[in-house]
Nanobody, 121 residues
Framework: QVQLAESGGGLVQVGGSLRLSCAAS????????MGWVRQAPGKEREFLGQ????????YIVNSVKGRFSMSRDNAKNTVYLQMNSLKLEDTAVYYC??????????????WGQGTQVTVSS
């Protein structure tokens, strides 16, 4: 199985930016569709989007579209979540997720441990 490790979380002010990284252990990283999920305090998990195996196609949910974007560097086995114009409601634990193959991620096959993002005023 692939192991995922998020990093880059922390405290940021409203309107600021943050880039999260997710490093994968899998040597066949290009065989995975990658994505991001978040869970805010007291709320259910929210799927944010995914990026294709090649990185040439991304899908971002409407709630964060225009502010969040995804990219990947297959040479580094790493996927990124760029977050701009952060709002208080973006405070959550952010999880990197993966599914093997060219798929639409609904129930991810693999999860990282999560990284905390806290947006303050």
């Amino acid at each position: 199985q692939v192991q995922l490790a998020e990093s880059g979380g922390g405290l940021v002010q409203v309107g600021g930016s943050l880039r999260l990284s997710c490093a994968a252990s899998e040597s066949t990283f290009t065989e995975y569709t990658m994505g991001w999920v978040r869970q805010a305090p007291g709320k259910e998990r929210e799927f944010l989007g995914q990026i294709s195996q090649s990185g040439r196609s991304t899908y971002i949910v409407n709630s964060v579209k225009g502010r969040f974007s995804m990219s990947r560097d297959n040479a580094k086995n790493t996927v990124y979540l760029q977050m701009n114009s952060l709002k208080l409601e973006d405070t959550a634990v952010y999880y990197c997720v993966a599914s093997h193959g060219n798929v639409r991620i609904s129930r991810p096959d693999y999860w990282g441990q999560g990284t905390q993002v806290t947006v303050s005023s």
